[in-house]
């Protein structure tokens, strides 16, 4: 009896797979490495862009395998998936990134108080905590763009006098899990009290930068944060999203004392 031969391999499935794995295993380095600080964060995001774009390539070979598979009968019907599977679960993250930086405005820079931001601490230990990073004012740009598209974040007043709205903003503050790395008290005169902070992104330990001031009104007390990005023009909401989150906490923190 003759045999017949058999289907041919999809060679495309097979590369499909190959640098499936190859673009999960360049993605996996550049984050282990930019978290633990090993690369700096523009070489990490090439990295990372890198493993994006063979994520891209091992898409359309999986793609143009499954079609080549359905339409002649070849093999590689598990190389294809496995191909098109991981590629795409990479290529998830870049596709949502894109997603929300068209609907978000492109600033780094948010602040309740548009006309005096809170200024961040120089002292020694501050300044080491953030590896020498003080972040600069404002531009009257990006003041103007945070009007237009986050005109709901404004300062807070509680009904609380500063020694009793100290400890609702200290609570808060270490509910959130931000790591204060710089504290000074009002001052005799009427002086703010003012708290520096970090918080780091949650894929890459990217930090942001925190400053809130809390001043002594007659009876009240207002409170003012400014959040900026340490890195990248464009925070995808996240300042204007931590702000709010902030704001909200204190203001049920100080209903509950």
């Known amino acids: ?43 990490g995001i090439v990295v990372l862009g890198a493993g994006a774009a063979v994520a891209l390539l091992a898409f359309v070979l999986a793609l143009v395998a499954l079609v080549e598979i359905w ?29 929300r930086a068209m609907a978000t405005p492109a600033l780094n820079d948010i602040s309740t108080d548009l006309a005096d931001p809170p200024h961040f601490s120089r002292t020694r230990a501050a300044l080491a905590a953030r590896d020498g990073v003080v972040p600069g004012q404002s531009s009257a740009a990006t003041r103007a763009a ?23 903003v200290n609570a808060v503050i270490e509910a959130m899990g931000w790591r204060v790395i710089a504290r000074q008290g009002p001052s005799r005169r009427g002086g703010p009290a003012r708290i520096d902070a970090l918080e780091s992104s949650l894929v890459l330990r990217l930090p942001d930068d925190i400053a809130v001031r809390v001043t002594p009104l007659i009876e009240r007390t207002r409170i003012d944060i400014r959040s900026v990005s340490r890195h990248g023009e464009r925070d995808l ?7 709010r989150r902030f704001l909200a906490a204190l203001q049920l923190e100080a209903r509950g004392r």
Do not use: C
């Open 71 to 99: 339409n002649i009968g070849a093999r590689g019907l598990r190389q294809a998936l496995v191909g098109f599977l991981l590629s795409l679960v990479l290529l998830a993250g870049p596709a949502s990134l894109g997603v």
């Open 1 to 43: 009896m003759r045999r017949l031969p058999p289907d041919p391999l999809s060679i495309r499935a097979v590369w499909a797979r190959r640098l499936g794995w190859f673009a999960a295993a360049v993605t996996l380095i550049g984050v282990l490495a930019t978290r633990a600080g090993l690369l700096p964060y523009h070489q």
């Open 237 to 243: 909401g996240g300042n204007a999203a931590r702000v």
């Open 146 to 168: 945070q009007r237009r598209h986050y005109a709901d974040i404004k300062p807070l007043e509680l009904d609380l006098p500063i020694d009793e709205a100290l400890p609702v």
